[in-house]
């Protein structure tokens, strides 16, 4: 169970997945037994070579994969921010927060508050009303992120949330990610930026199957 001093709790996580063709097929451990805690006021980098299990291990913690075996449980709202954006090409910018804020449980009237600050914290104001196919990379990374943001997560998960930021924004996100540990929000990002070490708390390595402290 998490307390206090605990938002997030992985236990165990197993996973696998099958390669090959019948019948030699197989199955391919990716996760082999990862514990994971994410504590108040925490930013944590998950880092790993490629095919690591860092993506994996993300969805399985929001609850979009489940594990093979093991727990995760957690305290409060979870905000996820996926390494590729999945949008519906037809909404706009507001019409897709004001989805997720429906989602959220929020009122109208918080939505709006949060989506309005949102707008002017990543810098896309202007693309409120443009269609989500009309948007360029780092634009459409801003409307990731905000989707993430926009509940005021107790839990924040999010994969390469950077990637195609200029580095105005780039600047930006990490000044969301400060006020967010100042407030006692728990954050994992999986990061590939060796220079971004300093700005965490900790970093943990996914290293054949398991976390491991760096």
Same mark, same amino acid.
């Given at each position: 169970?998490?307390?206090?001093?605990?938002?997030?709790?992985?236990?165990?996580?197993?996973?696998?997945?099958?390669?090959?063709?019948?019948?030699?097929?197989?199955?391919?451990?990716?996760?082999?037994?990862?514990?994971?805690?994410?504590?108040?006021?925490?930013?944590?980098?998950?880092?790993?070579?490629?095919?690591?299990?860092?993506?994996?291990?993300?969805?399985?913690?929001?609850?979009?994969?489940?594990?093979?075996?093991?727990?995760?449980?957690?305290?409060?709202?979870?905000?996820?921010?996926?390494?590729?954006?999945?949008?519906?090409?037809?909404?706009?910018? $507001? &019409?897709?927060?004001?989805? @997720?804020?429906?989602?959220?449980? =929020?009122?109208?009237?918080?939505?709006?508050?949060? *989506? #309005? /600050?949102?707008?002017?914290?990543?810098?896309?104001?202007?693309?409120?009303?443009?269609?989500?196919?009309?948007?360029?990379?780092?634009?459409?990374?801003?409307?990731?992120?905000?989707?993430?943001?926009?509940?005021?997560?107790?839990?924040?998960?999010? $994969? &390469?949330?950077?990637?195609? @930021?200029?580095?105005?924004?780039? =600047?930006?996100?990490?000044?969301?990610?400060?006020? *967010? #540990? /100042?407030?006692?929000?728990?954050?994992?990002?999986?990061?590939?930026?060796?220079?971004?070490?300093?700005?965490?708390?900790?970093?943990?390595?996914?290293?054949?199957?398991?976390?491991?402290?760096?």
């Amino acid at each position: 169970m998490t307390g206090p001093d605990t938002l997030l709790q992985a236990t165990g996580i197993e996973k696998s997945y099958r390669r090959g063709i019948w019948p030699t097929r197989h199955r391919f451990p990716v996760l082999r037994g990862v514990d994971l805690r994410l504590a108040p006021g925490e930013v944590v980098g998950l880092v790993g070579e490629n095919g690591a299990g860092k993506s994996t291990l993300m969805k399985i913690l929001v609850g979009a994969l489940a594990p093979d075996t093991g727990t995760v449980v957690h305290a409060g709202r979870l905000g996820y921010c996926p390494q590729e954006p999945v949008v519906y090409e037809r909404l706009t910018c $507001d &019409e897709y927060f004001e989805l @997720f804020g429906r989602a959220y449980g =929020l009122t109208d009237q918080a939505e709006r508050h949060a *989506r #309005r /600050e949102l707008y002017e914290a990543l810098g896309f104001t202007r693309y409120a009303d443009t269609r989500t196919d009309r948007l360029f990379g780092g634009t459409l990374a801003k409307l990731n992120l905000g989707l993430a943001l926009l509940a005021d997560p107790e839990v924040l998960l999010l $994969d &390469e949330p950077y990637a195609g @930021f200029d580095f105005d924004t780039y =600047l930006k996100f990490w000044t969301q990610v400060a006020e *967010r #540990r /100042e407030q006692g929000r728990a954050v994992l990002i999986i990061s590939h930026f060796v220079t971004d070490e300093e700005r965490f708390d900790r970093i943990v390595e996914l290293r054949d199957g398991r976390a491991v402290p760096r």
